[in-house]
């Protein structure tokens, strides 16, 4: 990890209670986000600070929890599930550089135990629970006392999408312009909308063939349409916080849909191509579109993967579980 890494977490935790000692365990409870609103396009990526700025909605108990505590062996212990990793999984090897910036001391080794309730590595925002419960166990077991937003910019180190998990509901993420990122961190938004639905259409559970950060790298340095993303993201995030506002659910479902569609269109622009759907997610947006067509006011967003997330309305969820199945359905502001 560089040392401009160890700097930030190194001034942050300067702000932590004087006299915080470990305890045995720390517990860390985080729920996955779906960007309503992409983030996609890093302008320092060592520290993950994005381009531009996004917003996004919790799925509220869907997330992740992370128990941490220090490892009686001489190295890390990390486990997914259950299941202990090897040591030399890209994960550990990521997750053991982030351990990195919070060891008391070279010898100190952690024990992090992490069960995802969604899929790994698959789009749907496992990682970004993932480091945010990480980040809420690192802060209980050493009772830093830190406020959310200091613990918002160190889940972003980890993963940048994971500094929106710290929160229920509408969540959005200011891109910020230090070049230090330390105005580059998520907050909530006090709209609560009771009978918005989003529903999962789980068409790929294997992790993802190139990762978020990679793909996002080439989207920046290759895509002749990232500049027009960058504009349209202006417009939609103004646009989705006006729906927000007004609860115009058709203006927050069209936009959420076209922003995730420019996103994908954007990558596809990139050399070479960045294609993260099967035939299987073409043929749910397909669906999506006809079950606009027959009345139902349904609308798609998808990430980094082949799934894709439903927007609908709970006066809509039978229409929803007859076309598509029994999809597991959450209910961002109910469900808590
Ligand atoms: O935080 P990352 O590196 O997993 O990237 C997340 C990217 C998207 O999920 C596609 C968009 C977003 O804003 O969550």
Partial sequence: MSDELQIIVDNILAARKTGSKAKAQGQGLAPSNIALCKYWGKRNTRINLPLTSSLSISLASLGSKTLVEQATGPEDEIYLGGEKLKGDASFVKRMKSFLDLFRPSKEFYFKVQTVNDLPTGAGLASSASGFASLVLALDDFFQYGLDRSKLSILARL?????????????????????????????????????????????VESLP????????????????ALYRGWEECVKHDLALIKAAIETKDFSLLGRVAEGNAMMMHATMQNAVPPIQYSTDQTFAVRRKVVRCREDGVPVYFTQDAGANLKLLFQAKDKSAILEKFGNIPIVSPFKDL
């Fill in 158 to 202: 980890g993963s940048g999408s994971a500094c929106r998990s710290l929160w229920h509901g509408f969540v959005e993420w200011e891109a910020g312009v230090d070049p230090m990122g330390m105005d580059s961190y998520a907050h909530p938004l006090s709209a609560v909308w009771e009978n918005l639905c989003v529903g999962l259409v789980i």
């Fill in 208 to 223: 993802k063939a190139i990762s978020s950060r990679e793909a996002m790298e080439r989207t920046v340095q290759t895509s």
